[in-house]
């Protein structure tokens, strides 16, 4: 009988310390999966599109919330992670990038910035159309982005250009860039030459 009991003893004792190691684990695991989970600086808040000078460009950010991939205007893409709240990490391109305190900007040590708002304060006058230099028929056709543009000159030769978000006009094919007068009727051109809008009479 004292055998029996002594071995009811035992198997409850063992059932107990079974319980008691499946409770630690549990705390354990749960701690564990607590510990890698984003914090309240988690850079999930950032994905989606961001802009640069006016063209996109794109945040993907990890269901971890840590690890992110950016993508450049150019379709470049980087992986990287949040260090803090405010930091973000691009190992690949010895980059980081401070987060504004409203989340809506990303200032990067390259000296570039990303802002979340789509639009762009760009020219105040609509360049879109026929302009002339020195008498000769050139032409702006601006996209239905308002930011990218296709530009031919007096030969015809094309290229393609953008405006940044200074009203600035880049044009990285043929290295100049432009600023549209106030008036909306001539551009001047960083290689001395200047286009203007044909007047009606």
Same mark, same amino acid.
């Given at each position: ?59 993907? *950010?990890?269901? #971890? $919330? &840590?690890? =992110? %991939?950016?993508? +450049?205007?150019?379709?470049? @893409? ?20 401070? *987060?504004?305190? #409203? $989340? &809506?900007? =990303? %200032?990067?040590? +390259?000296?570039?910035?990303? @802002? ?31 930011? +990218? ?53």
């Amino acid at each position: 009988m004292n055998g029996i009991f002594n071995a009811c003893v035992t198997t409850a004792g063992l059932r107990a310390s079974a319980k008691w190691w499946l409770a630690i684990c549990t705390f354990v695991f749960v701690a564990a999966a607590v510990a890698r989970q984003p914090s309240d600086g988690s850079a999930a808040g950032l994905d989606g599109r961001w802009y640069h000078d006016g063209a996109p460009t794109r945040i993907l *950010v990890a269901p #971890d $919330g &840590r690890s =992110i %991939t950016i993508m +450049n205007e150019f379709g470049q @893409r980087s992986d990287g992670y949040a260090g803090d709240p405010q930091i973000l990490v691009i190992p690949s391109l010895a980059i980081t990038g401070r *987060v504004s305190k #409203d $989340g &809506r900007r =990303i %200032t990067w040590t +390259n000296g570039t910035e990303w @802002r979340r708002e789509s639009s762009v304060p760009g020219p105040t006058v609509n360049i879109n159309g026929r302009w002339f230099r020195n008498g000769q028929p050139t032409s702006i056709d601006v996209a239905r982005d308002g930011r +990218n543009f296709t530009i031919i000159q007096e030969w015809g030769l094309r290229a393609t250009g953008r405006i940044t978000g200074n009203g600035e006009l880049i044009v990285p094919a043929w290295g100049v860039t432009g600023q549209v007068k106030q008036d909306g009727q001539r551009i001047k051109w960083s290689n001395g030459t200047e286009w203007t809008r044909p007047r009606l009479f």
